[in-house]
């Protein structure tokens, strides 16, 4: 097996470093704290394309590969992922799903400018009763010929009032169940379509979290992404590839907290040396390590047999489960490294342990992957 990075790849990864370390640190605490929308920041990454990775070409896009996309993702998560979520969102489940399933129309209407990074997208599957339970939509999508009518609930909607073009999952056929649930594009600006107050949220606080609701949203019938009954697929298939970008975040986030520990250990003296010279702190980092460097080839792992045209939805799931763990145990280990300063905000470990959290829940709960994965192994 080969570990080595391209040169392409290497050059994507420092420049998501430098972007992260000169664009996204300076401000990130004030952000945190008013929870505000890094909107200047994802504007600049869109011009870098880092919004439109896998998108090929043809459609605005960078044409990137997997394994690119889940390198930018690590080092943007180090520093900032309420950022860094902007663009999984975007590329993972937006972008993708419309390049992988959309019209022609569709494609120059709507990913051109998502993929080219002059808008943002949105993915709407999460309601206040179907969570985890994406067969359960309340949401419904009537036929009334040549458009469909939307009403109904989208709850936890990252990029909620930022975004212009939203991929909405619904139910048309409640006789058909999952069968017959749809996924369609909805503009921001349609008639009957507002947006909810922004969600107070522990973590990823900068991030453009609402609920949407919709009442009786004229959709047009070119809108829907493939044929009649193909929601439900349309969201398990593309949220597949959004686990690959979320165990990234993931591992993003404790590598971005393992650095701070390490670096502060260095630095901080207790009894007349620096603490990284104590064992009980030098065991702790030698774990932090070890636990990375195996998410990161879990992840790396899922990136490349997406690369590949492989299976990789064990993959993918192991990835999001083991990072979103690793995410969390390190976090509250760099605050412990930190003792009394990791529980002030200046130091940053606090939000990244903050941001973790989350990383086990979106994207599906980790026990939804150990489900995904006990399937996988036992069929």
């Not at 600049?44 to 998108?55: A, D, P, Q």
């Not at 507002?194 to 959709?219: A, C, Q, W, Y």
């Not at 086990?360 to 006990?374: A, H, L």
Request: with cysteine.
């Amino acid at each position: 097996m080969l570990f080595q990075l391209s040169e392409e790849q290497l050059m994507i990864q420092q420049a998501a470093r430098d972007f992260a370390q000169n664009e996204l640190r300076p401000g990130v605490i004030e952000r945190d704290e008013h929870q505000k929308f890094p909107a200047e920041q994802v504007k600049k990454l869109g011009e870098l394309g880092f919004l439109g990775m896998m998108v090929s070409e043809k459609f605005g896009g960078s044409g990137l590969d997997a394994v690119s996309y889940v390198l930018v993702m690590e080092e943007l998560s180090k520093v900032d992922a309420s950022a860094s979520v902007v663009v999984s969102v975007n590329n993972s489940l937006v972008c993708y799903g419309l390049e992988a399933y959309g019209s022609e129309f569709q494609k120059e209407k709507y990913l051109k400018p998502l993929a080219s990074g002059q808008q943002i997208g949105a993915f709407c599957l999460s309601e206040p009763e179907a969570g985890s339970d994406a067969t359960s939509q309340q949401t419904t999508a009537e036929d009334k010929g040549d458009y469909y009518l939307l009403n109904g609930t989208k709850n936890w909607i990252t990029n909620g009032s930022t975004a212009s073009t939203y991929l909405v999952i619904a139910q048309t056929h409640p006789d058909l169940k999952h069968k017959g649930i749809n996924a369609f594009i909805v503009e921001k600006g349609m008639e009957g379509f507002t947006i909810g107050p922004k969600e107070n949220k522990m973590g990823i606080r900068g991030s453009d979290t609402h609920s949407l609701m919709f009442n009786d949203v004229k959709v047009p019938k070119e809108n829907r992404i493939g044929e009649d009954g193909f929601g439900f697929k349309f969201a398990m298939k593309t949220l597949e590839g959004g686990r690959i970008g979320i165990a990234a975040q993931a591992l993003g986030i404790a590598a971005g907290a393992y650095e701070l520990a390490l670096a502060y250990s260095k630095q901080r003296k207790s009894f007349g040396k620096p603490i990284s010279e104590h064992q009980a702190i030098a065991f702790k980092l030698a774990d932090m390590a070890t636990q990375i460097e195996a998410a990161r080839m879990l992840v790396y792992k899922a990136a490349w047999l997406k690369d590949q045209g492989l299976p990789y939805t064990l993959a993918g799931s192991m990835a999001k489960l083991f990072a979103s763990k690793v995410a969390m145990d390190v976090t509250v280990e760099a605050v412990q490294v930190h003792g009394g300063y990791g529980f002030v905000k200046e130091y940053h470990v606090e939000r990244l342990m903050r941001d973790a959290k989350i990383t086990q829940i979106y994207e599906g709960t980790s026990e939804i992957q150990q489900m995904v994965i006990s399937r996988e192994i036992l069929r």
